[in-house]
């Protein structure tokens, strides 16, 4: 098939879905043409190196992949993005039509930041059956009374646009195939596909002595959280909860966001000793520090939009093997319990997640390795990256055939 690809991130930025999509698509024959934006996340910058322009096209054997301009906010504030999810949609608006033309089925990848670029392309493209690949839901602010936020409103309405143009809908997590079917998507044409990690760096693997020494201080039980860290983790709740178990276990963040100057105030400020931060690691290193450490941690804070979100660190964490400790709701707590692939408790409950370390420092290593165990074995059931691009793969054909017919 001609397949098209519409995706707000792309690789480099830390995109891997669309990215690993394309790539796997065009190894299996198809011509993959990809519509995006000049990669910019997560400093909020356009990369060293890169220059934003209007013919910025590079191609492979099947793959070319086609960047337009788009508002790069840099404070991270509500306006400035928006202004980057409606100047990406105007720049598709001008180049999609005939970029695309040909495609016989066309794949958009839809976080909410693509819903007003998706919503016109669908518009514009009405002959082209389309595959939307949901991954969240407007995470905005709820439109208040009497007209407040009329932005969120009209996000909202984008995304719901899209799914009833979609001829199939993916979503990334099962509870949410009830949002879409709430927001108007034909049950019938919404299948759940859980989301894959890079395969080839994340694999389960023995600790290096550097990546012990990096992580490890004694023979206290380490809980890691590596990731983004940000508004939607809530990790004030994790520094609570380790403060609480000074003696007991040890906390380290690895990684960097908007909200790190705050956490680590608040470790500061309680005197937490047994907190640490780490500079954000190549992914490549970051298998060997799984590792060193004994459990992965998972934050969401608890919001309706996000108890149907499963975050990418959860697939990375199961398929290294790693024992995970969840604080969080909705599928993420349901994925952790049903594989028994570690320990979950409620979003935003400092003393119960401290609790849950504790209980996890009891925990034999014995015991740690085989939850780590079944944790590997329900990412290769439920999650693995061949079953998710082949099941894409059929969707994008069936819709194809469909529309023929």
């Known amino acids: 098939m001609k397949i098209g690809i519409l995706a707000y991130h792309f690789p480099p930025e830390p995109a891997f879905i669309p990215g690993s999509l394309a ?36 191609r492979s054997e099947r793959l070319t992949v086609r960047r337009v301009p788009r508002y790069v906010g840099r404070s991270g504030s509500e306006r400035g993005r928006m202004a980057g999810h409606l100047s990406f949609a105007g720049s598709v ?26 919503a016109r392309l669908l518009r514009a493209l009405r002959r082209v059956p389309a595959v939307v690949h949901v991954q969240d839901v407007w995470a905005g602010p709820k439109p208040a009374a009497g007209g407040g936020d009329r932005w969120a409103a009209r996000l ?83 520094v609570r909860a380790a403060a609480a178990l000074d003696h007991r276990m040890e906390l380290v963040l690895v990684g960097s966001g908007e909200q790190e100057r705050r956490v680590r105030g608040l470790a500061a400020e309680l005197g937490a000793d047994n907190v640490r931060f780490v500079e954000r690691r190549s992914p490549l290193d970051m298998p060997e520090l ?64 401290a609790d849950r370390f504790w209980l996890a420092a009891t925990i034999p290593p014995a015991a740690r390795a085989e939850m780590g165990r079944r944790g ?14 082949e099941r894409i793969e059929c969707l994008l054909d069936e819709a194809a055939s469909g529309r023929r017919r």
């Open 23 to 58: 790539e796997e698509l065009a190894r299996r024959g198809h011509e993959v043409r990809v519509l995006t934006g000049f990669p910019d996340y997560p400093g909020g910058y356009v990369y060293p190196g890169w220059r934003q322009r209007w013919r910025h096209q590079t």
């Open 93 to 118: 608006s001008l180049v999609g039509r005939r970029f695309f033309a040909g495609v016989d089925a066309l794949y958009v990848h839809q976080p909410p930041a693509t819903a007003f670029a998706a």
């Open 156 to 238: 909202a309405g984008a995304m719901a646009a899209t799914y009833r143009h979609a001829d199939r809908i993916v979503v990334a997590a099962p509870s949410l195939r009830d949002v879409v079917v709430t927001e108007g998507a034909d049950p019938g044409r919404v299948e759940v596909v859980l989301n894959w990690t890079d395969e080839r760096i994340f694999q389960p693997a023995p600790p290096s002595p550097a990546a012990g020494q990096l992580v490890r201080r004694d023979g206290r039980c380490v809980v890691m959280y590596a990731g983004t860290i940000g508004a939607r983790q809530g990790l004030d709740t994790a």
């Open 290 to 353: 799984y590792a060193a450490a004994d459990y992965q941690l998972v934050m969401l804070r608890d919001l309706p939009e996000l108890r149907s979100t499963l975050p990418g660190k959860l697939p990375t964490a199961l398929s290294c093997g790693a024992p995970v400790i969840a604080s969080a709701g909705g599928d993420t707590a349901e994925v952790v319990e049903s594989a028994r692939a570690g320990l979950s408790c409620p979003p935003e409950e400092w003393e119960t997640l």
């Open 376 to 389: 590997r074995e329900a990412y290769l059931r439920q999650m693995s990256m061949p079953a998710g691009v």
